[in-house]
């Protein structure tokens, strides 16, 4: 007696796995995906190499002051803070 008692039912369950095998047909081959958008958030300006990512320390009631009237604008603390060195770099 060689092997397992379960021996003989690996080797009857491999030869029926082969025989299925060559009996089925070749799947189709898949046709060309589109490329697929990615998900999540868009590139920002973190990823964008014309920006530089710089720390400044604000006062905070001013900071926070900013913030409120930059919400009512829609803008962003970057974006003004970009409009504010353009014109102090004009002069």
Do not use: C
């Not at 189709?28 to 973190?46: D, N, Q, S, W």
């Amino acid at each position: 007696m060689t092997g397992s008692k379960f021996s003989g039912l690996r080797t009857m369950r491999e030869r029926r796995e082969r025989e299925i095998e060559a009996e089925a047909p070749a799947p189709p081959l898949p046709a060309p995906e589109e490329p697929r958008r990615r998900v999540g958030r868009p590139p920002g300006k973190r990823s964008n190499p014309d920006y530089q990512q710089v720390t400044v320390l604000l006062h905070g009631p001013t900071y926070l002051e900013v913030r409120k009237r930059l919400l009512d604008e829609r803008k962003e603390v970057s974006t003004l803070v970009n409009e504010l060195l353009d014109e102090w770099l004009k002069r």
